[in-house]
């Protein structure tokens, strides 16, 4: 998973501005790569995380996607 893919399913998660995913442990290496990709993506003020969970078989990301008008 890359940064982009990521927010594409953040993206496509969202109602509205909020959006809320469980993502399985067992497709991706470890949780600590989805949280840089999402700290990453707060960095550039694509998102703001609410929320960050690792929990035994899942990731939980909670937050709001920002919209602006580059």
Request: no cysteine.
């Given at each position: 998973m890359?940064?982009?893919d990521l927010?594409?399913?953040l993206h496509s998660s969202a109602r509205g501005n909020f959006f809320t995913i469980e993502l399985e442990?067992?497709?991706y290496?470890?949780?600590d790569e989805v949280m840089a990709f999402a700290n990453?993506?707060?960095?550039?003020?694509?998102i703001?995380?609410?929320e960050f969970k690792?929990?035994?078989?899942s990731i939980y990301?909670?937050?709001i996607i920002k919209y602006s008008s580059n």
């Open positions: 890359t940064k982009e927010f594409k399913v442990k067992s497709r290496q470890n949780g990453e993506l707060e960095a550039e003020g694509k703001k995380i609410r690792q929990l035994k078989e990301l909670q937050g």
